[in-house]
């Protein structure tokens, strides 16, 4: 499968020698579960928006510090790209901003939460069950960094984890798009050092909270494993269209 990864942000410079950039997160979360994938970058935060939905087999979103309600013009230019995808039934996947991303393109709304940043780890109900959730368990929890979040889903979507500070978690809209607001690429090590990092941001409160949350196992290897089964799964209802 040859992925295309929409580079919505780069790791600040003072972490990056320790914990790399974010295509580099990516391709060793997913090569990890299958190593045969093939990784294609574009830096939308750059300009770098692709001219073709074609270009690759499926697409991912990284995650970004810039929000989809800032107003920035390769943030509206990458929107009108992700309604190409849905237009031409390419699969696309949205982390953290790129799932904000796909709510906003598609008619749903995205708010800063009033409950403020959400940070560490979140701990999150299963509330749906999908065929490519193999293997299915209860809960989805996962590295977070965010203080925007989907408060309404595009029309017809499907809501499948949430919880009381994140209703709207997971969520499948189709059969070609996939939303998820926690991190899989993150790993604790880093989430530590970027909460460290914003901490003047985030509140010492919340980082104190989001540091202790860290000791919880983490479900990284489970959500690669699922993203990559929707992949599959719709790019074989793609063929047999």
């Known amino acids: 499968m040859r992925i295309g990864l929409l580079q919505c942000d780069d790791v600040a410079p003072e972490l990056r020698e320790r914990h790399g950039n974010y295509p580099a997160m990516f391709e060793r979360l997913f090569t990890s579960v299958d ?12 300009g770098e928006i692709p001219d073709a939905p074609e270009a690759v ?24 790209f ?14 953290c901003f790129g799932h904000q991303l796909i709510a906003r393109a598609l008619g749903g709304e995205v708010v ?9 780890m979140s701990f999150n109900r299963v509330t749906g069950r999908a065929e490519w959730m193999e293997p299915w368990q209860e809960g989805l929890d996962l590295v977070v960094s965010h203080q925007d979040q989907v408060a309404t889903p595009p029309e017809g979507a499907r809501v499948l984890a949430g919880s ?3 209703p709207v978690y997971l969520m499948q809209v189709g059969e070609t798009f996939l939303g998820v607001q926690g991190h899989p690429e993150f790993a604790k090590p880093y989430s530590a ?5 914003r901490r003047d941001q985030v509140g010492a ?9 860290l000791h919880a196992p983490v479900d990284d290897a489970l959500m690669a494993r699922w993203i990559l089964a ?6 074989d209802a793609r063929g047999r269209s």
Do not use: H, Y
């Open 230 to 235: 929707f992949l599959r799964r719709a790019l």
């Open 35 to 46: 190593p045969t994938l093939e990784f294609r970058v574009w830096r939308c935060l750059d």
């Open 82 to 95: 992700v309604r190409r995808l849905w237009a031409t039934g390419k699969p696309l996947v949205g982390i």
């Open 57 to 80: 087999d499926a697409w991912l979103t990284t995650g970004s510090r810039f929000g989809v309600n800032d107003g920035l013009a390769w943030v509206a230019d990458l929107e009108a």
């Open 205 to 213: 409160q919340r980082v104190r909270e989001g540091m202790a949350s």
């Open 193 to 197: 050092d970027l909460m460290a990092l």
């Open 164 to 166: 009381d500070f994140c």
């Open 112 to 120: 800063k939460s009033a409950r403020g940043w959400g940070v560490g």
